[in-house]
């Protein structure tokens, strides 16, 4: 097998990692504005459980997360799944793990935020969601872009932990690639494709980082 | 000319308000009528703020009653608590505009931005009417080149009359200013003096809250007192500070003197 076609087979697999790395931003970049504000409500009953959801999410492996989810339906409901609930359980794993992270981020920015603003808002009479979405999360965007940019490129590489339950996803296939033909060539390539990877979204990120600064507050 | 029958354009009666034990205002009166201008002075942790922040719905009463021309914000009930109407708290603050001490304005909206977003978003207004008109009082507070930029760009004074335009983009009946002029250098404090006696004279009902004495004599038809939370001295400028009843104004016009 040449280097051509082992690059042809990662980069078919790379299509499937970039899939889980899509889809879990498309879920959790919006999912996550829900839980932070969960996590700001003023009843310390769901701030509660939610504060609890997000420990949980960020003080266990994500791989054990996914372990759990896959496994949950047949050991504790007695569902069978079939095979295509492998990419299904992995979905939700990262989506749930991520959108915890993201939660987290989006607390602190949103708790960045002067008072000032909010008053200044409600006396011209904007409701809570204008408020929300018109003045506080535009600036909260901007605050916490730099710390989305470190969470993204960490998803980058975290989408190769797909490899424990079977997804054949890069890692899973440069991994076989370097047992089967008994070469480090697959491993290099594939650190390639992900290394290139987080350097266009390093720089996709600075030009969104640019265009926002034409204000500081 | 708006006859002498109409009620004030804003009115507080009987307002109390305390943070847990502490009693911040207890008892005050207080009203102002189109195109008077009225300053509330008095030391710091006397209540200004408080008074203020009570007049624009960012606090509620204890007790009291605050109106609005004809519309009543908030009364008593039967056993003396402060009672807001829903609605009428809503439609209030369509009739008051604030310029806040640091301003507040919104760092990622262009000037313009600032002055038509809640027109627009709150008021349902026509954008190009309401822009038309932005760009008007832009013109007015000698803004209108800095309509495109971001607030950030304009000096403090600049981002003030902003801030004015963006509170009267919303056509109040009464404008409260927070420390007009604390930030403000000799030149921009006269420049604010001239632009509130206009807002007056147009039958604009000015709320001031301020420390500063010869700003307040200079632009007032009437000034509070306030000490310990009640208004101890109310009248025209020359009343309060020339020829003060109570001892207690003696006491702190003494101590501004210098």
Known sequence: MNTMTIGGMLLQAYAVSMQIFALTLLGAVPLGVVVALGRLSRSRVLSGIVGLYISIMRGTPLMLQMFAVFFIPYYVFGIQTGPSYMFVAVMIAFVINYTAYFAEIYRSGIQSMPQGQYEAAEVLGYTSGQTFFRIILPQVVKKILPAMGNEVITLVKDTSLAFSIGIAEMFTVSKALVAGQRTMVPFAIAALIYWVTCLVIEFALRRVEKKLDYYHD | ?258
């Open chain 2, 1 to 258: 000319m708006t006859s002498k029958t109409t009620a004030p354009a804003v009115s507080l009666e009987g307002a109390s308000k305390s943070f847990g034990e502490k009693s911040v205002l207890s008892d005050v009166s207080l009203s102002i009528s189109a195109g008077e201008v009225v300053s509330i002075i008095g030391s710091s942790g006397a209540g200004k703020s408080t008074i203020l922040r009570c007049l624009t719905l960012l606090e509620t009463l204890d007790a009291g009653r605050l109106a609005y021309g004809d519309l009543t914000v908030c009364e008593n009930d039967a056993t003396g608590r402060a009672r807001y109407d829903r609605a009428a708290r809503t439609e209030a603050h369509m009739r008051f505009g604030i310029v806040f001490q640091d301003y507040n304005l919104f760092p990622h909206y262009s000037v313009l931005r600032n002055v038509t977003d809640a027109p627009v978003t709150v008021q349902r207004r026509d954008p190009s009417e309401v822009e038309a008109e932005a760009r008007e009082l832009l013109r007015r507070l000698d803004l209108l080149e800095h309509a495109d930029k971001v607030p950030c760009e304009l000096s403090g004074g600049q981002q003030q009359r902003v801030a004015i335009a963006r509170a009267l983009a919303m056509r109040p009946s009464v404008m409260f200013f927070d420390e007009a002029t604390s930030a403000l250098d000799p030149k921009l404090t006269n420049d604010m003096h001239a632009l509130i006696r206009e807002l007056a004279r147009d039958g604009m009902a000015v709320g001031i809250v301020t420390h500063e004495m010869g700003f307040a004599r200079m632009v007032s038809d009437r000034i509070c007192l306030l000490h310990d939370g009640r208004i101890i001295e109310s009248g025209t400028p020359e009343e309060v500070i020339d020829h003060p009843k109570n001892e207690l104004t003696r006491e702190f016009l003494a101590n501004v003197a210098d």
